[in-house]
Nanobody, 116 residues
Framework: QVQLLESGGGLVQAGGSLRLSCVASGLAFSYYAMGWFRQAPGKEREFVAATSSSGGSTYSANSVKGRFTISRDNAKNTVYLQMNSLKPEDTAVYYC?????????WGQGTQVTVSS
């Protein structure tokens, strides 16, 4: 059974930084691309960033390019999202994602709140 557990969210002032972590279990982690998504109140869930299985390739939404960095540690079954220069519009619940055997799996999410 695939499980994803996010942590690292919190309340931060605009311009600050946070690092989110997502620990995965129930799958051969190093074989799968991983992603981060977010959902703000009243809005649809949106893509934030993704990394290839090796971590050699990464992709980011235009809204976070240059501020957020996705990385992974395959020895720890963990994917990270380093978030710098945070803005109030980054406030959302952040979710870890993996597409495994034809199905999307999501963690429970971690709340990030950026105050102005």
């Amino acid at each position: 059974q695939v499980q994803l557990l996010e942590s690292g969210g919190g309340l931060v002032q605009a311009g600050g930084s946070l690092r989110l972590s997502c620990v995965a279990s129930g799958l051969a982690f190093s074989y799968y691309a991983m992603g981060w998504f977010r959902q703000a109140p009243g809005k649809e869930r949106e893509f934030v960033a993704a990394t290839s299985s090796s971590g050699g390739s990464t992709y980011s939404a235009n809204s976070v390019k240059g501020r957020f960095t996705i990385s992974r540690d395959n020895a720890k079954n963990t994917v990270y999202l380093q978030m710098n220069s945070l803005k109030p519009e980054d406030t959302a619940v952040y979710y870890c994602n993996v597409f495994f055997w034809g199905k999307d799996y999501w963690g429970q999410g971690t709340q990030v709140t950026v105050s102005s």
